[in-house]
T-cell receptor
Framework: DGGITQSPKYLFRKEGQNVTLSCEQNLNHDAMYWYRQDPGQGLRLIYYSQIVNDFQKGDIAEGYSVSREKKESFPLTVTSAQKNPTAFYLC????????????FGDGTRLSIL | GENVEQHPSTLSVQEGDSAVIKCTYSDSASNYFPWYKQELGKGPQLIIDIRSNVGEKKDQRIAVTLNKTAKHFSLHITETQPEDSAVYFCAVPWGGGANNLFFGTGTRLTVIP
């Protein structure tokens, strides 16, 4: 079955460490996205990529970095510069163009030890 | 930029009753309106969407209505069941090619058996 896989499901980080969240899709979608979700809140856009080797900052990019070397993969690194990284992180992808929905993975929950 | 307001933030209904969630948006050029359902610990899943050239769309117990003049759209769930309990998000497109979505803040629906 086609879909989006996020790993790991739970991740713990010590203060001062960088961590990388994985997102892989086999839907052949061009666009990919990373969102952050805090308890009881909506989705806030961190980074997005419309095509391989290109990505753009979203509303809350500070303290995060991404790469898009392959169409299928869009890893997110949470750096030590992100002062409040505890959250639920969601990856999504979509076909290019209007009227195309975003498809989401099941998220990674990041906690600080 | 786009702005989306979603109401109510929480909604409790008796099993079998109807539930209505409303979103208002600011950009009159918006032309695609998806609704997502998020269950606990999972990523959001698309449940229904509507394009701006129609006023209503139904899929079994779920319907979405759109009022472009007033710039609002609503999700209607009839004959609610306990498995409808979840958080629901509306979204509107923004950005070139409508590839990005701006999400509402979510509505937590509880269906009481």
């Amino acid at each position: 079955d086609g879909g989006i896989t996020q790993s790991p499901k739970y991740l713990f980080r010590k203060e001062g460490q960088n961590v990388t969240l994985s997102c892989e899709q086999n839907l052949n979608h061009d666009a990919m996205y990373w969102y952050r979700q805090d308890p009881g809140q909506g989705l806030r856009l961190i980074y997005y990529s419309q095509i391989v080797n290109d990505f753009q900052k979203g509303d809350i990019a500070e303290g995060y970095s991404v790469s898009r070397e392959k169409k299928e993969s869009f890893p997110l690194t949470v750096t030590s510069a992100q002062k409040n990284p505890t959250a639920f992180y969601l990856c999504a992808s979509k076909r290019t163009g209007e009227y195309q929905p975003q498809h989401f993975g099941d998220g990674t929950r990041l906690s600080i030890l | 930029g786009e702005n989306v307001e979603q109401h109510p933030s929480t909604l409790s209904v008796q099993e079998g009753d109807s539930a209505v969630i409303k979103c208002t948006y600011s950009d009159s050029a918006s032309n695609y309106f998806p609704w997502y359902k998020q269950e606990l610990g999972k990523g959001p899943q698309l449940i229904i969407d509507i394009r701006s050239n129609v006023g209503e769309k139904k899929d079994q117990r779920i319907a979405v209505t759109l009022n472009k003049t007033a710039k609002h759209f609503s999700l209607h769930i009839t004959e609610t069941q306990p498995e409808d309990s979840a958080v629901y998000f509306c979204a509107v497109p923004w950005g070139g090619g409508a590839n990005n979505l701006f999400f509402g803040t979510g509505t937590r629906l509880t269906v009481i058996p």
